[in-house]
């Protein structure tokens, strides 16, 4: 399975999702997750932003060998699973890839998903959407300008999304 993580200058929150997602791979023995992210804005050839970096490392990623790249249609294409950040950003891969609608969440909306549903795969994700609607936004925040803890926040908030998804989605049943 390759997760692809979506933000906006893919040097925060998408390289949080996509070096935690391997981390976790790494961690649990799951050989066939790879990871990667876009920006829809990106910065691109910009590492990992400093506080998001430290941040990252202090949840077990590894921020280094980081290079930010823009979102064409061809990532968005390759990937089984897109993770976006926000509503936004969601909209702005389907524009690109409207083919990969049953494929594309925010990171809150799939974790939800998971969890209301008991959603094991993708599809099943998917075909809980319409089952499982919410009316309030399903944004991660944008740290970028803001202190150290509202960094700290945010990558609290995508790891504690990330986990329980991966673990219900990325591992093969037993």
């Given at each position: 399975m390759?997760?692809l993580?979506?933000?906006?200058?893919?040097?925060?929150?998408?390289?949080?999702?996509?070096r935690?997602a391997?981390?976790?791979?790494?961690?649990?023995?799951?050989t066939?997750?790879?990871?990667?992210?876009?920006g829809?804005?990106?910065l691109v050839?910009?590492a990992?932003?400093?506080?998001a970096?430290l941040?990252?490392?202090?949840l077990?990623?590894d921020?280094s060998?980081f290079?930010?790249?823009?979102?064409t249609?061809?990532?968005?294409s390759?990937?089984d699973?897109i993770?976006?950040m926000?509503?936004?950003?969601r909209?702005?891969i389907l524009?690109l890839?409207?083919?990969?609608?049953k494929?594309?969440?925010t990171?809150?909306?799939?974790a939800r998903?998971?969890?209301e549903?008991?959603a094991?795969?993708?599809a099943?994700?998917a075909?809980?959407?319409?089952?499982?609607?919410v009316?309030?936004?399903e944004?991660?925040?944008d740290?970028?300008?803001?202190?150290?803890?509202t960094?700290?926040?945010?990558?609290?908030e995508?790891?504690?999304?990330?986990?329980?998804?991966?673990?219900?989605?990325?591992?093969?049943?037993?």
């Amino acid at each position: 399975m390759h997760i692809l993580f979506v933000c906006t200058g893919n040097i925060c929150r998408s390289p949080t999702g996509e070096r935690l997602a391997r981390a976790f791979a790494e961690e649990a023995g799951i050989t066939d997750l790879t990871a990667s992210s876009a920006g829809t804005r990106a910065l691109v050839g910009h590492a990992v932003e400093p506080t998001a970096a430290l941040v990252l490392e202090g949840l077990g990623g590894d921020p280094s060998n980081f290079r930010a790249r823009r979102l064409t249609t061809a990532i968005a294409s390759e990937a089984d699973l897109i993770l976006a950040m926000t509503e936004r950003h969601r909209d702005k891969i389907l524009a690109l890839a409207p083919s990969q609608f049953k494929r594309t969440f925010t990171l809150r909306e799939a974790a939800r998903l998971a969890e209301e549903s008991a959603a094991t795969t993708v599809a099943e994700l998917a075909g809980a959407r319409p089952r499982y609607q919410v009316q309030e936004s399903e944004d991660v925040a944008d740290p970028i300008g803001a202190d150290e803890e509202t960094f700290h926040a945010v990558g609290l908030e995508i790891a504690t999304l990330l986990g329980p998804l991966l673990r219900r989605i990325a591992i093969p049943a037993q």
